[in-house]
């Protein structure tokens, strides 16, 4: 496991205007994330845990501060390469799976490694494979309708895995499940992430499952403090 960090934010600032008025949401926040690390991420509603994901993984711009992932700047690149990067060194799992209703379990998962260019045999034998680890090797013909809560989430971390990334961003992943649900894709996605290698930070309001990960992390007034 390298010891360099796969994700680094530093001294982040983030306002925004309502109604005339200035609200700073971020005031300096920083943090870094090494390979095979999973960072919990807990604060109230409205402290700011999805602004910093969202700058995280670059889909919104800071108004001051660095973001370094896999030990490339990222803050000042252009939105083509901020694309690109998205694409290959990021993962992004939602609280919602956002599967695509048309498309099989399979399917969802082979999509984004077609779009990112792997070839469909290559795509379809990781996405098995992917599936087949998370328990779904028997559900991959079946379309998001005629799979339950817990198995969509799971192909929603296969696809958020699917391109390798280097990073996975998680918003409340498990926040839409039962608590026996939740515990069982919660050891699916910590399991993924300790024999990968990957880096995830994982924004939750359930502090039983923050408690499970390396380090824990609460924004209050704008800046990280470590529990």
Same mark, same amino acid.
């Given at each position: 496991?390298?010891?360099?960090?796969?994700?680094? +934010?530093? &001294?982040?600032?983030? /306002?925004?205007?309502?109604?005339?008025?200035?609200?700073?949401?971020? %005031? *300096?926040?920083? $943090?870094?994330?090494?390979?095979?690390?999973?960072?919990? +991420?807990?604060?109230?509603?409205?402290?700011? %845990?999805?602004?910093? +994901?969202?700058?995280?993984?670059?889909?919104?711009?800071?108004?001051?501060?660095?973001?370094?992932?896999? *030990?490339?700047?990222?803050?000042?690149? /252009?939105?083509?390469?901020? /694309?690109?990067?998205?694409?290959?060194?990021?993962?992004?799992?939602?609280?919602?799976?956002?599967?695509?209703?048309?498309?099989?379990?399979?399917?969802?998962?082979?999509?984004?490694? #077609?779009?990112?260019?792997? !070839?469909?045999?290559?795509?379809?034998?990781?996405?098995?494979?992917? $599936?087949?680890?998370?328990?779904?090797?028997?559900?991959?013909?079946?379309?998001?309708?005629?799979?339950?809560?817990?198995?969509?989430?799971?192909? &929603?971390?296969?696809?958020?895995? &699917?391109?390798? !990334? &280097?990073?996975?961003?998680?918003?409340?992943?498990?926040?839409?499940?039962?608590?026996? /649900?939740?515990?069982?894709?919660?050891?699916?996605?910590?399991?993924?992430?300790?024999?990968?290698?990957?880096?995830?930070?994982?924004?939750?309001?359930? #502090?039983?499952?923050?408690?499970? #990960?390396?380090?824990?992390?609460? +924004?209050?007034?704008?800046? $990280?403090?470590?529990?």
């Amino acid at each position: 496991m390298s010891s360099a960090p796969a994700l680094e +934010l530093r &001294a982040l600032v983030q /306002t925004f205007y309502q109604a005339g008025s200035a609200i700073e949401v971020l %005031k *300096g926040a920083s $943090l870094a994330v090494s390979p095979g690390e999973m960072v919990a +991420l807990v604060g109230p509603s409205g402290a700011g %845990k999805s602004t910093l +994901l969202q700058i995280a993984g670059l889909l919104e711009r800071p108004r001051a501060g660095e973001i370094a992932i896999a *030990g490339e700047r990222c803050d000042g690149l /252009t939105d083509r390469r901020r /694309t690109r990067i998205r694409r290959e060194r990021l993962g992004f799992v939602y609280q919602f799976h956002h599967l695509l209703a048309e498309f099989s379990a399979l399917e969802n998962v082979v999509l984004p490694q #077609m779009i990112a260019g792997r !070839p469909r045999r290559a795509a379809r034998e990781r996405s098995r494979a992917l $599936l087949a680890r998370l328990g779904l090797d028997a559900r991959e013909g079946h379309r998001p309708s005629r799979l339950s809560g817990g198995e969509q989430q799971r192909v &929603a971390i296969a696809r958020a895995i &699917a391109n390798e !990334p &280097a990073v996975l961003l998680a918003d409340e992943p498990t926040g839409n499940l039962d608590q026996e /649900t939740a515990d069982s894709v919660f050891a699916s996605l910590l399991d993924i992430v300790r024999t990968s290698g990957l880096a995830a930070l994982v924004a939750t309001h359930n #502090m039983a499952l923050a408690e499970r #990960m390396d380090r824990r992390f609460a +924004l209050e007034n704008g800046v $990280l403090v470590a529990l």
